[in-house]
T-cell receptor, first 114, second 113 residues
């Protein structure tokens, strides 16, 4: 079985300050982990992915995430928030042997204040 | 490059009416295809997935059905819509051999009145 918990449903930051979106997972098997971003009324866009290579993963738009197996975490960070980062972010897990199934977290809405 | 299309973009339908949402993928062959629903303020729920023409797996019992009449076409249907069917419907695809990296369409906003 697998599950994903996004610890904050809403995060608010000021423009230019760091962003931290937290994600914890559980998986019976060695997982792949992803972060997706969704702007209002749009589809989901893949930000970055971890697939058992380097534990620090860099994605698009300056985002990165670190896979910490001991903490079962995959937190998303960005050094400096931009107004265009305001969106919903989803942490996603897929066990390597679970075929095509993804399990989505409940999402974190990021608000960026000017 | 690959692209995924969904239509219509928005739809308002009365309770009890039929539904047909279409998803097509271009630039790839034999993709895995998925239908998700996203209710307001909630995460994504996988509804159906397909690994080939005519092969549909359902994840949750519901008022909806899916079909894959062609390799790159995935259709979501209902004979009679319920109020609870309202939501944002997303289609996604993956490459064969890279099943865990999904690419999403722009979505269809369905409002059942």
């Amino acid at each position: 079985a697998q599950s994903v918990t996004q610890l904050d449903s809403h995060v608010s930051v000021s423009e230019g300050t760091p962003v931290l979106l937290r994600c914890n997972y559980s998986s019976s098997y060695s997982p792949s982990l992803f972060w997706y971003v969704q702007h209002p009324n749009k589809g989901l866009q893949l930000l970055l992915k971890y697939t058992s290579a380097a534990t620090l993963v860099k994605g698009i738009n300056g985002f990165e995430a670190e896979f910490k197996k001991s903490e079962t975490s995959f937190h998303l960070t960005k050094p400096s928030a931009h107004m265009s980062d305001a969106a919903e972010y989803f942490c996603v897990v897929s066990p390597h042997n679970a075929g095509n199934m993804l399990t989505f977290g409940g999402g974190t809405r990021l608000m960026v204040k000017p | 490059s690959q692209t995924i299309h969904q239509w219509p973009a928005t739809l308002v339908q009365p309770v009890g009416s039929p539904l047909s949402l279409e998803c097509t993928v271009e630039g790839t062959s034999n993709p895995n295809l998925y239908w998700y629903r996203q209710a307001a303020g909630r995460g994504l729920q996988l509804l159906f997935y397909s690994v080939g023409i005519g092969q549909i797996s359902s994840e949750v019992p519901q008022n909806l059905s899916a079909s894959r009449p062609q390799d790159r076409q995935f259709i979501l249907s209902s004979k009679k819509l319920l109020l609870s069917d309202s939501g944002f419907y997303l289609c996604a695809w993956t490459r064969q051999g890279v099943p865990y990296e999904q690419y999403f369409g722009p979505g269809t906003r369905l409002t059942v009145t």
